[in-house]
């Protein structure tokens, strides 16, 4: 089985700046984190960052037929993008959310999420561990 898990724009950055918000764990190390998780679960993995929201959409789109389910942090094209909500609908992959960061306690602009009406969950706040959820939760939903 595989998964995919796909990030948005300037999580590439995560441990450089705003240490107080996002941590000091590199993207690589996140990289690392769902790897060896992935390999203790004998589920292969395929882990991708882009800064383009075309790209992005390219990388659902290659999903379809491909990967099982979608472990997605949109990062800043979560408020803004319909694309992507259609992407997640048009492959019609079991698909979660997830944000580092708990969302719900900062700005405005934050509160929207289009892509959550295509996603079965969205898992905010709990740092990078929310992947290993995201991912967790797929597993027992595609064993069934
Ligand atoms: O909490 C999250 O995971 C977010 O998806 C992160 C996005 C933000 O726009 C969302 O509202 C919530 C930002 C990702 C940028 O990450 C940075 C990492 C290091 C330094 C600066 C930004």
């Known amino acids: 089985m595989k998964l995919c898990v796909i990030n948005g724009p300037n999580?590439?950055?995560?441990?450089i700046r705003e240490p107080d918000i996002y941590g000091r764990t590199t993207y690589a190390d996140l990289c690392t984190l769902i790897e060896n998780y992935?390999?203790?679960q004998d589920i292969d993995v395929d882990i991708y960052q882009s800064n383009h929201e075309g790209d992005l959409v390219d990388k659902i789109q290659a999903c379809y037929?491909?990967?099982a389910g979608i472990v997605i942090n949109?990062?800043?094209y979560t408020h803004t993008s319909v694309a992507l909500l259609d992407a997640?609908?048009?492959v019609a992959i079991?698909?979660?959310e997830v944000h580092i960061s708990d969302v719900s306690q900062r700005e405005d602009f934050r509160q929207v999420s289009y892509i959550r009406a295509a996603c079965e969950k969205t898992i905010c706040g709990h740092g990078l561990n929310g992947y290993i959820e995201a991912m967790d939760y797929l597993l027992e939903k595609l064993a069934d």
């Open 74 to 76: 949109p990062a800043a």
């Open 88 to 90: 997640v609908k048009s």
């Open 65 to 67: 037929g491909e990967a």
């Open 38 to 40: 992935a390999a203790e």
């Open 11 to 15: 999580l590439n950055m995560l441990g």
């Open 94 to 96: 079991p698909t979660v």
